[in-house]
């Protein structure tokens, strides 16, 4: 059992890197997912993949290949029949406005004429023949009415009544004459208008019936926490690693306790059942092992071979008269500096 290492913590670009990746597949599959085919009476929506573009993460500098899809509509045979017609119906206006913008453009140009003298003329001539029999019965009337009152022709009271009577005679005039204005001056922007509104009502036709297609439930996979999976598996290790720790410092505090004492037949040969745990410094490892001649059922040893700590630490060597070999665990390991 050597000296555990700790373990490499991760690394963090590829971390970023592993993270980005599952994001950037997982958007993908949930892409392919949300984005089925649809067919409904009014037409259909289909997705297709037309190629991929390169995306470069600016941190790791990892590519990944992004599918460009393409979403196309269309309409089932009848709509179609619909929208085809309706483009053909609007080409034609589209012709018809081109060959008719110069009359309208002529005529929009031209400022609107309201002079109706003329009409007026038409009207005074046309009111006269139905306004001045009526007029004239009804001065005749007033005259006999005011002389039979006393009221002789010539007197402020007679003089009075006659001009209310023109005056209402001019009313009637003027009220025909305006009503007739108006109604020249309408006539008139209907003329002006008529080739406007007839192109404007070309423009009316049957409408294409878009396809309604179903709003889907998002379908989405969820994204693996892959920094999280790799710093929970450094964290395992790590702890795995103080576990180690903690029993290696407890074996080499067992050497520590046995401060500057030797222990007798560290030599090879004293030993039986020799098993390497691991490195103990340098090129001397630890062993388990029972020493020669104990009965059977002793616990096992733990401590170095002389033979490897005479080749590294010589010093810490001493040899009994018998030949053996005994270490000097303070020296061999430099315990008193641990």
Do not use: C
């Amino acid at each position: 059992m050597g000296k555990p290492k700790a373990p490499k913590a991760p690394d963090p670009k590829d971390t970023a890197a592993a993270s980005t990746g599952t994001n950037v597949n997982t958007a993908i599959a949930n892409s392919y997912l949300n984005n089925f085919d649809q067919v409904t009476p009014d037409g259909s929506l289909t997705y297709e993949t037309t190629g991929y573009e390169a995306f470069t993460d600016p941190f790791t500098g990892q590519t990944y290949q992004i599918p460009k899809r393409k979403a196309t509509q269309q309409l089932s045979a009848a709509q179609q029949g619909i929208y085809d017609t309706n483009q053909t119906t609007q080409q034609n206006i589209a012709n018809i406005g081109a060959e008719q913008s110069g009359r309208i453009q002529g005529l929009l140009g031209t400022p609107l004429n309201l002079n109706n003298e003329a009409t007026e003329a038409r009207l005074y001539e046309l009111g006269s023949k139905r306004l001045d029999p009526r007029f004239a019965q009804e001065e005749d009337s007033l005259r006999t009415r005011l002389i039979n009152q006393g009221i002789r022709e010539g007197t402020p009271a007679y003089k009075a009544e006659m001009s209310r009577l023109t005056e209402g005679k001019n009313d009637a005039y003027n009220a025909l004459l305006l009503q007739g204005r108006g109604q020249a001056v309408q006539e008139a922007l209907t003329e002006r208008n008529a080739p406007i509104n007839e192109i404007t009502a070309l423009m009316s036709g049957s409408q294409v019936s878009m396809p309604n297609f179903v709003n889907p439930n998002s379908s989405t996979i969820p994204t693996t926490d892959t920094a999280g999976i790799i710093n929970q598996d450094y964290s395992n290790r790590m702890g795995a690693y103080n576990q180690q720790m903690s029993q290696w410092n407890s074996t080499v505090g067992g050497l520590m306790g046995m401060g500057g004492q030797l222990i007798g037949l560290s030599d090879d040969r004293a030993k039986k059942g020799k098993k390497r745990l691991g490195d103990a410094k340098g090129d001397m490892g630890l062993w388990q092992f029972n020493y020669k001649g104990e009965p059977k059922g002793t616990p096992k040893h733990v401590g170095l071979m002389a033979s490897e700590v005479q080749k590294e630490r010589p010093d810490a060597i001493i040899k009994r008269p018998d030949g053996m070999r005994m270490v000097n665990y303070t020296k061999a390991l430099g315990l008193s500096g641990m």
